[in-house]
């Protein structure tokens, strides 16, 4: 213990960067000289993601007045294989005003089938209610949120509509539009 005092975050840190437990392994030999077991590795990223799945099934309030839910396309490595995933995400804003990141889910793609799935495990871990939900322009979204909380008022993320905008505008006068668009969205 003495020895690896500490070892354990960074060998977390540097799994979260994509490493596998081999390439973990020659690191820390590299540059600790310690000889660490696969196993010993195993066991401390183990031991987080059982913190995540934790994190990841905690009850959660009954009302978020705004909650904003989009997704963001990240390059995973599966099995070996570096791939494009899509990571759900649901940020809310308590009845404090604060955000709280309500969520994380990873898909292959992005559809209004699992965020049916998504409205539903946040209405399972106790949120009963939400007041707006802001959310992209994928077709049938609006309609998975009003399944699940149909008094929700759903409103397009002014971002998402800045760009769906732009496409229609040429390159040069891009800059000055938005800023114009901003000001009418908001």
């Not at 106790?126 to 049938?140: P, S």
């Amino acid at each position: 213990e003495r020895q690896l005092n500490g070892f354990d975050e960074r060998i977390v840190a540097l799994y979260a960067r994509g490493m596998t437990t081999r390439d973990i392994q020659a690191y820390l030999e590299e540059a600790y000289g310690v000889e660490v077991s696969a196993t010993f590795i195993s066991q401390v990223t183990n031991a987080v993601m059982d913190e995540v799945k934790a994190w990841q099934h905690r009850p959660l309030a009954k009302l978020y007045p705004v909650v904003y839910l989009d997704c963001l396309v990240v390059r995973s490595r599966d099995s070996g294989v570096v791939q494009n995933k899509s990571v759900y995400l649901a940020l809310g804003i308590n009845c404090d005003g604060e955000k709280e990141l309500l969520g994380l889910w990873m898909a292959q793609t992005e559809g209004a089938k699992f965020w049916l799935s998504v409205m539903n495990e946040l209405k399972n871990r106790g949120v009963e209610d939400i007041f707006i939900a802001c959310c992209d322009g994928l077709k049938g979204f609006p309609e998975a949120i009003e399944a699940v909380y149909p008094k929700t008022q759903v409103q397009l993320c002014i971002v998402h509509q800045i760009r769906h905008s732009l496409r229609y505008v040429n390159w040069k006068q891009r800059k000055i539009i938005a800023t114009d668009l901003k000001l009418i969205y908001g």
